[in-house]
């Protein structure tokens, strides 16, 4: 991506990151402020979407999307607040979920890690937002093609017997979002703002 921003006459540089690993994150952070100064934008992005049923017990998949959808962002949040909180200055913008408001079929674990994150999110907006100035956001996207379907990982076979792989690519047809004030679901297609328009 970083490649694809510079071409498009951006600037962009990226390192590689387990969002898991609070170490790692501090290291990013650190890293990022080196380059362009103190982190004023945190976008907490990165997510697993693993679809099972609970009758599944995809204890494994559950753990991982807990160690990306909940503890990454938490590791995250850490190491950018207190110099956020220092400069009186900032924005946070953690990605939800429509699921994160209404769980789909197949969905449990995902869902209940997306209100999670907007249990956080309305928490670190009144204890920081205010009294700190500092912008806390959330986004909630319906289904967006943006290919992690297909990015889903493959099931192994050495997995344990507990650790059932069924649906877990195949999410629902459309999710489970019935309520009268929700749009018609559809898949939509992400939006690609860096590329600079040559008008
Ligand atoms: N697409 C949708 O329909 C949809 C709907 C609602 C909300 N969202 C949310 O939007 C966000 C982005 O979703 P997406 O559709 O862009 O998914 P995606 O295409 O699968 O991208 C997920 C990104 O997270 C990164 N990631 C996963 N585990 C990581 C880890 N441990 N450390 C660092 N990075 C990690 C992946 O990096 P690698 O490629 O290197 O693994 C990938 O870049 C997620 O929080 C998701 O829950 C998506």
């Known amino acids: 991506m970083a490649t694809e921003i510079r071409g498009a006459g951006g600037t962009a540089t990226a390192r590689v990151t387990d969002v898991t690993r609070m170490d790692e994150v501090e290291g990013l952070i650190e890293f990022a402020a080196g380059e362009y100064g103190p982190v004023d934008h945190l976008v907490n992005n990165a997510g697993l ?79 920081v937002g205010v009294t700190h100035g500092i912008q806390v956001s959330m986004i909630s996207p319906g289904v967006i093609d943006t290919g992690w379907a297909r990015r889903s990982p493959t099931p192994r076979a050495s997995r344990s017997p507990r650790t059932s792989t069924r649906a877990r690519s195949t999410p629902p047809a459309s999710p489970s979002t019935t309520s009268s004030s929700t749009p018609p679901a559809r898949t939509g297609e992400p939006a690609r703002p860096w590329k600079r328009s040559t008008s």
């Open 49 to 127: 979407m693993v679809f099972s049923k609970w009758s599944d017990r995809a204890v494994d998949d559950w753990d991982k999307m807990i160690d990306t959808n909940l503890r990454g962002y938490l590791h995250a949040i850490s190491a950018v607040l207190p110099g956020m909180i220092a400069r009186r200055s900032g924005h946070i913008l953690n990605l939800g979920a429509v699921a994160g408001t209404r769980v789909g079929g197949a969905s449990g674990v995902y869902g209940a890690t997306k209100f999670f994150i907007r249990g956080i999110t309305d928490s670190l907006h009144q204890e």
